[in-house]
């Protein structure tokens, strides 16, 4: 496919490789898999090195097709600056495990076992992503420190941040091999390869086009989701606690239907809520279910109900046990999925059920109240609390449009200091330097 559909964000291919400490003066190699250029239309490898992560536009510019853009996790020697510094060509060697400083990362990735060559489902898609987060919980608990969060395009990664010799190399193959047969199954595995020195690893904010794109399995961006304030590094006695004392193989997986499957027919556990009649009442905008790991449902929503435009982002999940989840992958979105929101989206989408509880009285009952800045507010609550909020992820007002709750056009100050508040519905209304003659 031709990636002028999906053109690479320099803003976050320059973030993603500060990240991985291009900017200390490492030297990186960017590699360029089935690329076809203008220079030589045949599919083939580009490759350069860097050392700073500003990247020439230049570079991407004569990229014509490609399936994928990847960056070397590891600091490579020196030398190989001069096979082509701060530009890409066709390449005629590649970084190699021997050619490897220094283990700066340890890295997991997670895909859904799928055939070769053609891009994941959304439910396949959030079903490595469910199992990213199971691992980092069990390697958090035993004391790793929080990873940087990615988005592969088809599946998850987790980075945390390591100083280790090449030597150790055998050392992070063993801890992934034990985390491979604690966590893989039919139907997502864990990564053990990814434990070479010399492991390439998608360059986050570049285009992941494996075969073709197709309404279930489209080209999509690779991107970073998650990355902590302060990255600290692993200790090395964690690792080897890893590799020595979670060595005992688990019992078979359970078998189910693979996430991301198409089911013919879905029932909620007995005394649950029925997922999809919610769904069908509110007419919400998914794609769904298929099957989630351990019997669960998976649905997709086509357009994000939290933020407009945040497309196949967010969720609803229920889980063989009942147990509802909902929230978005995006890291900047209202409904982020650090936390469950399903409450939050019940409210949303239930919103335009409330009852109008305005009467022909109204007018009288809100001329009652006072004329300072808490009148005001309750004024405003009483005409438009149902319809209208302040969202402090945003800095914004948003306003219900009937479906979802989008951010309004209209500037208006509500910070919460220094300001006259009401609580209302759980909606917060705030008003500053309201002036007397003010009417709402």
């Known amino acids: 496919m031709s990636i002028n559909k999906l053109r690479p964000d320099l803003a976050e291919i320059e973030r993603s490789l500060q990240i991985l400490r291009v900017d200390s003066g490492q030297t990186t190699e960017i590699r360029i898999l089935k690329a076809s250029t203008l220079d030589w239309k045949r599919p083939h490898t580009v490759s350069g090195y860097f050392r700073s992560s500003i990247i020439p536009a230049s570079c991407w510019s004569s990229i014509l097709t490609a399936t994928g853009f990847y960056v070397t996790l590891n600091p490579c020697i020196p030398d190989l600056f001069a096979r082509a510094s701060n530009r890409l060509i066709a390449a005629e060697a590649t970084t190699s495990d021997k050619d490897i400083l220094v283990l700066n990362w340890f890295p997991l990735d997670f895909d859904s076992n799928r055939p070769k060559g053609i891009s994941a489902t959304d439910g396949e898609k959030e079903a490595a992503f469910s199992r990213s987060r199971e691992v980092q919980d069990f390697l958090k608990s035993i004391g790793f420190y929080p990873f940087v969060e990615g988005d592969s395009g088809n599946g998850a990664h987790a ?199 305005l009467t022909v009285n109204l007018d009288a009952c809100l001329c009652q109240l006072p004329r300072t800045e808490y009148g005001l507010s309750d004024r405003f609550v009483e005409r ?57």
Not at 421 to 435: I, V
């Open 159 to 357: 980075l945390g941040r390591i100083e280790l010799e090449v030597g150790d190399a055998e050392l992070v193959h063993r801890c992934l091999q034990h985390l491979d047969k604690m966590f893989s199954d039919n139907y997502v595995k864990v990564d053990t390869s990814v434990a070479s020195p010399g492991q390439i690893f998608k360059l986050y904010g570049t285009p992941v086009c494996k075969g073709d794109s197709t309404e279930d399995r489209p080209h999509r961006m690779a991107k970073l989701l998650t990355v902590p304030e302060d990255i600290q590094i692993i200790p090395r006695e964690v690792l080897v606690e890893l590799a020595e004392k979670y060595s005992e193989t688990p019992p078979p997986p359970k078998h189910f239907d693979a996430p991301g499957s198409r089911l013919t027919s879905y029932e909620p556990p007995p005394g649950k809520l029925n997922v999809q009649a919610f769904i069908d009442k509110y007419n919400l905008d998914v794609s769904g279910p298929t099957a989630y790991e351990d019997g669960g449902w998976l649905w997709i929503f086509n357009e994000c109900p939290w933020r407009e435009g945040d497309e196949k982002q967010a969720f609803i999940i229920q889980f063989a046990t009942g147990g509802i989840s909902s929230g978005c992958h995006h890291e900047t979105c209202p409904g982020n999925n650090s936390v469950n929101r399903w409450a939050d989206l019940k409210a949303m989408v239930t919103q335009k059920q409330k009852p109008d509880t």
């Open 384 to 440: 438009h609390g149902r319809n209208c909020k302040f969202i402090e992820g945003w800095n914004s007002w948003a306003v219900f449009d009937g479906t979802r709750w989008i951010r309004s056009k209209t500037r208006a100050e509500a910070p919460r200091r220094q300001l006259g508040m009401c609580l209302s519905d759980n909606y917060l209304c705030a008003f500053k330097g309201a002036r007397r003659s003010r009417r709402f």
